[in-house]
């Protein structure tokens, strides 16, 4: 897998529901970012989170980075429609990579 | 606060022709991102600037693709000639400091159609 790689690729949950994405990369990393991109338009940074860290909160928006695995995952609690949206992580190993990011689509 | 400004949001042209997009990064920030985007290959660093100075331009795919930023204001990315495998949504980014140890803000993007 690439640095930087999400999943799942695509993921649809009921309205209310928690949404999980999980995101692998390879190199060591100093911070690693997550972003929201609605269609059609820009990335909107989320949260960032530094390689000494663990856990951060924003919201309803929960990350965890485990630098021993190489990985962070993105909680989404009580999701709302408004969050239908890609998701993507970003790190800066050796080069600045985005995933291709996470498909959330949440059903009415 | 304006936020990243790119221009044009469209463009459609023939192959061949040179293509020149346009990004104002927020004021105050000192670095600025161009990125290309599609479908099979996500979201790729063509190039960062830092001062206006080039710092990482490893991403940029070939001799065709060339990127200035003239003053703190104001950077382009050009394609000259271009083709069909460049038709891609294109962002310009700007942060205030150094590579993901702060937030990127993204414009909008160009979408790109070379015929």
């Known amino acids: 897998s690439q640095q930087g790689e999400e999943d799942p690729q695509a993921l649809s949950i009921q309205e209310g529901e928690n949404a999980t994405m999980n995101c692998s990369y390879k190199?060591?990393?100093?911070?690693l970012q997550w972003y929201r991109q609605n269609s059609g338009r820009g990335l909107v940074h989320l949260i960032l989170?530094?390689?000494?860290?663990r856990e951060k909160h924003s919201g309803r928006l929960r990350v965890t980075l485990d630098t021993s695995k190489k990985s962070s995952s993105l909680l989404i609690t009580a999701s709302r429609a408004a969050d239908t949206a890609s998701y993507f992580c970003a790190t800066d190993g050796d080069k600045i990579i985005f995933g291709k990011g996470t498909r959330l689509h949440i059903l009415p | 606060d304006a936020g990243v400004i790119q221009s044009p949001r469209h463009e459609v042209t023939e192959m061949g022709q040179e293509v020149t997009l346009r990004c104002k990064p927020i004021s105050g920030h000192d670095y600025l991102f161009w990125y290309r985007q599609t479908m099979m290959r996500g979201l790729e660093l063509l190039i960062y600037f830092n001062n206006n100075v080039p710092i990482d331009d490893s991403g940029m795919p070939e001799d065709r693709f060339s990127a200035k930023m003239p003053n703190a204001s104001f950077s382009t990315l050009k394609i000259q000639p271009s083709e069909p495998r460049d038709s891609a949504v294109y962002f310009c980014?700007?942060?205030?400091?150094?590579?993901?140890?702060?937030?990127?803000?993204f414009g909008d993007g160009t979408r790109l159609s070379i015929l």
């Open positions: 190199t060591s990393i100093n911070n």
């Open positions: 980014a700007s942060s205030w400091y150094r590579p993901l140890n702060q937030p990127q803000h």
């Open positions: 989170i530094r390689s000494n860290e």
